[in-house]
């Protein structure tokens, strides 16, 4: 069982680039989200999908877009990398969004993106 | 705005101990409370969930407890072994602009000296 996998693992990209971070999960969960990792900053959430189709910001979203067009998949967008973005990023899936009835987070092992 | 504190941020102990990790959050409306560790270089591996009703949860040597009227919860980990050497973080689940999300604390990192 895969769980949630994150593609690619390491990144190095120059300031104006652009790329994707895949992020697929195979539990058929359907809340998933993005974090980023920084240090003295902890994990913070900058977008997240409660299902197909529908996406929201988090905590901090400038400079990133989500898409959900299957259950599956989860990209993220960074449109115009800056050296800020520089980061370990990490996709996160659970099932049930049901009050009172949260079920863990599933992550992946993270994509750490270097913007130079 | 919800707050997860951990303290300390860094600890180390010799092998067999038992150890408390400490976690503290602002709000006490949460849904749930998740411990995760992380390894060096690795994502997060969740270790236990304690739901808003409930006071403890326990995994072999792990149990984690939640006080939700002070805004508290601990991990403890008992007979320690250098490979539960990680970082801890836990984190809240609650409702912010209409949607359940994920707040962390910053972790702390443990050292297991053999």
């Known amino acids: 069982n895969a769980g949630v996998t994150q593609t690619p693992k390491f990144q190095v990209l120059k300031t104006g680039q652009s790329m994707t971070l895949q992020c697929a999960q195979d539990?058929?969960?359907?809340?998933m989200s993005w974090y980023r990792q920084d240090p003295g900053m902890g994990l913070r959430l900058i977008h997240y999908?409660?299902?197909?189709?529908?996406?929201d910001q988090g905590e901090v979203p400038n400079g990133y877009n989500v898409s959900r067009s299957t259950t599956e998949d989860f990209p993220l967008r960074l449109l115009s990398a800056a050296p800020s973005q520089t980061s370990v990023y990490f996709c996160?899936?659970?099932?049930?969004?049901?009050?009172?009835?949260?079920?863990?987070?599933?992550f992946g092992d993270g994509t750490r993106l270097s913007i130079l | 705005k919800q707050e997860v504190t951990q303290i300390p941020a860094a600890l180390s102990v010799p092998e067999g101990e038992n150890l408390v990790l400490n976690c503290s959050f602002t709000?006490?409306?949460?849904?749930?409370l998740q411990w995760f560790r992380q390894d060096p270089g690795k994502g997060l591996t969740s270790l236990l969930l304690i739901q808003s009703s409930q006071r403890e949860q326990t995994s072999g040597r792990l149990n984690a407890s939640l006080d939700k009227s002070s805004g508290r919860s601990t991990l403890y980990i008992a007979a320690s072994q250098p490979g539960d050497s990680a970082t801890y973080l836990c984190?809240?689940?609650?409702?912010?602009?209409?949607?359940?999300?994920?707040?962390f604390g910053q972790g702390t990192r443990l050292t297991i000296n053999p």
């Open positions: 984190a809240v689940r609650k409702v912010i602009g209409g949607a359940q999300k994920l707040v």
């Open positions: 539990m058929n969960h359907e809340y």
């Open positions: 709000d006490s409306a949460i849904y749930n």
């Open positions: 999908s409660v299902g197909a189709g529908i996406t």
């Open positions: 996160a899936s659970s099932s049930t969004l049901l009050p009172g009835q949260g079920q863990p987070q599933h």
